[in-house]
C-alpha cells in the first residue's frame, strides 16, 4: 500500500514559479516511477511529467517542457515538480501518482496510486 500526499499548490501570478511536493509512504517508493498529471475543469485529466525510479531518466509534456522539471528524493521518499514561467493554462489540479512499474510512463493506465491533488491557480 501506499500513500501519496500532495502539497505545495496555490495562487501564483503569471510568470512565477513554485514548487509542488509530493510525499509518499512505504517502503517502495524508491522502486517504482513517479509522475504528475493535472486535471483542470471541465477537462480530462492530462499528463505533465515522469521520472523513472532513479531520478536519471524524465519525460515531459510538451505543454510545460522547459518551464517544469520534475525530480525525486528516494531517501526522503518524496517528488517534486519545479514550475518556472507560469501561464494562466497552467491552472487546474496537480495530482502524483505512483507507476506499476520502474520505466517513465505517459498513460494513466499505467500508475496505480493516485494523491488527492493540490491546486494550482495562475493569474493573469
Known amino acids: 500500500q501506499v500513500q501519496l500526499v500532495e502539497s505545495g499548490g496555490g495562487l501564483v501570478q503569471a510568470g512565477g514559479s513554485l514548487r509542488l511536493s509530493c510525499a509518499a509512504s512505504?517502503?517502495?517508493?524508491?522502486?517504482?516511477?513517479v509522475g504528475w498529471f493535472r486535471q483542470a475543469p471541465g477537462k480530462e485529466r492530462e499528463f505533465v511529467a515522469a521520472?523513472?525510479?532513479?531520478?536519471?531518466?524524465?519525460y515531459y509534456a510538451d505543454s510545460v517542457k522547459g518551464r517544469f522539471t520534475i525530480s525525486r528524493d528516494n531517501v526522503k521518499s518524496t517528488l517534486y515538480l519545479q514550475m518556472n514561467s507560469l501561464k494562466p493554462e497552467d491552472t487546474a489540479m496537480y495530482y502524483c501518482?505512483?507507476?506499476?512499474?520502474?520505466?517513465?510512463?505517459?498513460?494513466?493506465?499505467?500508475?496505480?496510486?493516485w494523491g488527492q491533488g493540490t491546486q494550482l491557480t495562475v493569474s493573469s
Open positions: 501518482a505512483k507507476a506499476k512499474g520502474s520505466s517513465v510512463a505517459v498513460l494513466s493506465t499505467y500508475y496505480d496510486y
Open positions: 512505504g517502503r517502495t517508493f524508491s522502486s517504482y516511477s
Open positions: 521520472i523513472d525510479w532513479s531520478g536519471g531518466s524524465t
